[in-house]
């Protein structure tokens, strides 16, 4: 048990609806990343918050967003979802915002039909 | 920009084979993770390396930081069905904190 804790487990949702996926990181730790994963592909980094504030931007559409709130934990909204949003999206935590390895949960599983 | 080239993307062995990943960096690297997913899985940490030519061990895992900082491998001695997953290696430079990943590896036992 990474003690990152992802909910909801899957999520199945209509094209054009948005969703809310949230992550409670370990306990001390004060970064948040947040990933996708397509299908046996590998990891598509989107966004890191350290401490409450966004630190790293990666391929994040503007479709998506996320914030990370005082009591450290994260949330991840993916809105006007497309079949192409449909991936496993992992949330992680770690220390400090820079070197430390990361702890990944268990992800969330979104399908968009 | 940097990336983070990992080979081969699939390695298919025989059970009790050797099994080895290759990361290459197209800048110097301050520190190269590594992880394992097993499948249906998350990342799991394995181990960080951060100094020129480390070399660490995990019973039958070795992993190597080249001499450049700029390559790492992650070494299986004699395969076992537990050790199937992908291995995935992230970098990251002292100029840019973010983890850079590789595309992973991932490793197949033949029946």
């Known amino acids: 048990d990474s003690g990152v804790t992802q909910t909801p487990k899957h999520l199945i949702t209509a094209t054009g609806q948005r969703v809310t996926l949230r992550c409670s990181p370990r306990?001390?730790?004060?970064?948040v990343y947040w990933y996708q994963q397509s299908l046996d592909q590998g990891l598509q980094f989107l966004i890191q918050?350290?401490?409450?504030?966004?630190?790293a931007k990666g391929n994040i559409l503007e479709r998506f967003s996320a914030q990370q709130f005082p009591d450290l934990h994260s949330e991840l909204n993916l809105s006007s979802l497309e079949l192409g949003d449909s991936a496993l999206y992992f949330c992680?935590?770690?220390?400090?915002?820079?070197?430390?390895?990361?702890?990944f949960g268990n992800g969330t599983r979104l399908t968009v039909t | 920009g940097q990336q983070v080239m990992q080979i081969p993307q699939y390695q298919h062995v025989q059970e009790g084979e050797d099994f080895t990943t290759y990361c290459n960096s197209s800048?110097?690297?301050?520190?190269i993770q590594w992880y394992k997913q097993r499948p249906g899985g998350h990342p799991v940490f394995l181990i960080q390396?951060?100094?020129s030519g480390e070399v660490k061990k995990q019973k039958r895992l070795t992993f190597q930081f080249g001499e450049a900082k700029k390559n790492s491998s992650l070494h299986i001695t004699a395969t076992q069905t537990t050790d199937v997953g992908t291995y995935f290696c992230a970098g990251s430079t002292d100029s840019n904190y973010q983890l850079i990943w590789g595309a992973g590896t991932k490793l197949i036992i033949k029946p």
């Open positions: 800048t110097t690297l301050s520190n």
């Open positions: 918050y350290y401490n409450g504030e966004e630190r």
């Open positions: 992680a935590s770690s220390a400090q915002d820079w070197h430390s390895p990361l702890h």
């Open positions: 306990s001390g730790d004060l970064s």
């Open positions: 390396l951060v100094k």
